[in-house]
């Protein structure tokens, strides 16, 4: 999600994650058995894998927990045959919305999502009415107090496309092909990212008040809780006086 303040988005969606951490560990291992079953078991040869374990490790789960991912994922079980959907809609105040999807059954999918837009007062777009407004990049978030002139040069030598003062955040963003490799050169220089992810990024934000905010902020609660539901994206500029009222 875009807003004023993007360690303030990523710190509000971090306590959502810890309130209902088994939901997002079962999230997770379905996309390491989608990624283990689509490009290899091999993390070194599969990027998709490489990714995704990162993020699992990133959320504390048991590296045997990501192992039986894998495996299951190598061994074409049966009943792991997801597909990947997106789905585009207008939130509170015209505010554009992605919602993508991992699921077995889509006609399950497509309602949960459906209803959960109509909850709000919203409703979902054809395909293509909100996804060009987005472009899929790499992003990463690193703490305010690590040294910039640091961060740039070695993010700027790694490939990265571009680094932004946030003021209580830095981002730098690469392409999507890039992003591994990036977060990794810079691991390896002592730099740890607090967040970084494979997004899609909005090209142009729209400004709210509070009260609608707070409005698209439940939307995209509801949208995440869905079992379904693997990512959320929004074009909405949220303040941060909104996440205080959740």
């Given at each position: 999600?875009?807003?004023?303040?993007?360690?303030?988005?990523?710190k509000?969606?971090k306590?959502?994650?810890?309130?209902?951490?088994?939901k997002?560990?079962?999230?997770?291992?379905?996309?390491?058995?989608?990624?283990?079953?689509?490009?290899?078991?091999?993390?070194?040869?599969?990027?998709?894998?490489?990714?995704?374990?990162?993020?699992?490790?990133?959320?504390?789960?048991k590296?045997?927990?990501i192992?039986?991912?894998?495996?299951?994922?190598?061994g074409?079980a049966?009943?792991?045959?997801?597909?990947?959907?997106?789905?585009?809609?207008?939130?509170?105040?015209?505010?554009?919305?992605?919602?993508?999807?991992?699921?077995?059954?889509?006609?399950?999918?497509?309602?949960?999502?459906?209803?959960?837009?109509?909850?709000?007062?919203?409703?979902?777009?054809?395909?293509?009415?909100?996804?060009?407004?987005?472009?899929?990049?790499?992003?990463?978030?690193?703490?305010?107090?690590?040294?910039?002139?640091?961060?740039?040069?070695?993010?700027?030598?790694?490939?990265?496309?571009?680094?932004?003062?946030?003021?209580?955040?830095?981002e730098?963003?690469?392409?999507?092909?890039?992003?591994?490799?990036?977060?990794?050169?810079?691991?390896?220089?002592?730099?740890?990212?607090?967040?970084?992810?494979?997004?899609?990024?909005?090209a142009?934000?729209?400004?709210?008040?509070?009260?609608?905010?707070?409005?698209?902020?439940?939307?995209?609660?509801?949208?995440?809780?869905?079992?379904?539901?693997?990512?959320?994206?929004?074009?909405?500029?949220?303040p941060?006086?909104?996440?205080?009222?959740?």
């Amino acid at each position: 999600m875009a807003g004023h303040s993007k360690w303030a988005n990523i710190k509000h969606r971090k306590a959502a994650q810890d309130a209902k951490r088994g939901k997002i560990f079962t999230k997770i291992i379905r996309e390491i058995v989608v990624a283990a079953k689509s490009g290899g078991p091999n993390p070194e040869d599969n990027p998709a894998l490489r990714s995704v374990i990162d993020k699992a490790l990133g959320a504390n789960m048991k590296r045997d927990t990501i192992d039986k991912a894998i495996a299951r994922g190598a061994g074409n079980a049966d009943g792991d045959n997801y597909e990947n959907l997106t789905y585009e809609g207008y939130g509170p105040g015209g505010v554009a919305i992605l919602v993508e999807c991992l699921t077995d059954n889509k006609n399950r999918t497509v309602a949960e999502v459906r209803y959960a837009f109509s909850k709000a007062g919203s409703e979902l777009g054809i395909s293509g009415s909100v996804a060009y407004l987005f472009e899929r990049k790499g992003q990463l978030v690193y703490d305010a107090s690590i040294d910039e002139d640091k961060l740039m040069e070695a993010a700027l030598e790694a490939g990265a496309e571009d680094i932004v003062n946030h003021e209580d955040s830095f981002e730098v963003t690469t392409t999507p092909e890039d992003f591994q490799t990036v977060k990794e050169v810079l691991r390896e220089k002592g730099l740890k990212e607090e967040d970084g992810e494979v997004a899609m990024v909005p090209a142009v934000q729209a400004e709210l008040d509070v009260d609608t905010a707070v409005k698209v902020l439940r939307l995209i609660d509801r949208l995440e809780d869905l079992d379904d539901t693997q990512n959320v994206y929004s074009n909405a500029d949220i303040p941060s006086e909104a996440y205080e009222q959740l």
